[in-house]
């Protein structure tokens, strides 16, 4: 178990530029989510995936926002035209689904935009 | 859309003191979990909890499931230093699939 990784670590772009954050979950996990959590709060939930299947995205996200989960292995979250206040920590979590489902988060990618 | 609250925001307190920290649901959830982050960290599961009036305890730590299942409270005997971080509980109601925090509470231990 080698846990949940993110790259990259940290990210800073200026403002309009597009990035994307990459997460490898734990292999024999199903399920991917992406959290983004700015100082001081808790993960706000943005989507997950089922396998490759995107199940649910949450109304707040902007559709400058998109995630893609492939073959239903890694996942790649896009930011296209980043602002300011896109600015938090991007946290990947995977999770195998059932009753006793439980989170098992990566170390995050910190973006800044400047 | 669910919401969970959480207080206190912070609590310092000394070693040795206990420490609790309350969770609340603005729908019933079907179930409930706790994590820990760690200063500089990312959320670490610590338990989850399913049955309405639920205890469960992990040494100094005390979980509890409130009967109609939208609260919950998290209890710490005798702090230490090592339970220094921010605690979050994250909420899964009966519509969705996604788990949704809370803001959680930051405790700090002076030793």
């Known amino acids: 178990d080698t846990g949940v990784s993110q790259d990259p670590r940290h990210k800073i772009t200026k403002r309009g530029q597009n990035v994307t954050f990459r997460c490898d979950p734990i292999?024999?996990?199903?399920?991917l989510y992406w959290y983004r959590q700015t100082l001081g709060q808790g993960p706000e939930f943005l989507t997950y995936?089922?396998?490759?299947?995107?199940?649910?995205k949450s109304r707040l996200l902007s559709d400058r926002f998109s995630a893609e989960r492939p073959k239903g292995s890694f996942s790649t979250l896009e930011i296209q035209r980043t602002e300011q206040g896109d600015s938090a920590m991007y946290l990947c979590?995977?999770?195998?689904?059932?009753?006793?489902?439980?989170?098992?988060f990566g170390s995050g990618t910190q973006l800044s935009v400047l | 859309g669910q919401q969970v609250m959480q207080i206190p925001q912070y609590q310092h307190v000394q070693e040795g003191e206990d420490f609790t920290t309350y969770c609340n649901s603005s729908?019933?959830?079907?179930?409930i979990q706790w994590y820990k982050q760690r200063p500089g960290g990312h959320p670490v599961f610590l338990i989850q909890?399913?049955?309405?009036?639920e205890v469960k305890k992990q040494k100094r730590l005390t979980f509890q499931f409130g009967e109609a299942k939208k609260n919950s409270s998290l209890h710490i005997t005798a702090t230490q230093t090592t339970d220094v971080g921010t605690y979050f509980c994250?909420?899964?109601?009966?519509?969705?699939?996604?788990?949704?925090f809370g803001p959680g509470t930051r405790l700090s231990v002076l030793p």
């Open positions: 979590a995977s999770s195998f689904v059932g009753t006793n489902e439980k989170l098992f």
């Open positions: 995936f089922q396998n490759e299947a995107q199940l649910e």
């Open positions: 729908t019933t959830l079907s179930n």
């Open positions: 292999s024999e996990h199903n399920r």
């Open positions: 994250a909420g899964r109601d009966n519509y969705g699939q996604n788990f949704v």
């Open positions: 909890l399913v049955k309405s009036g």
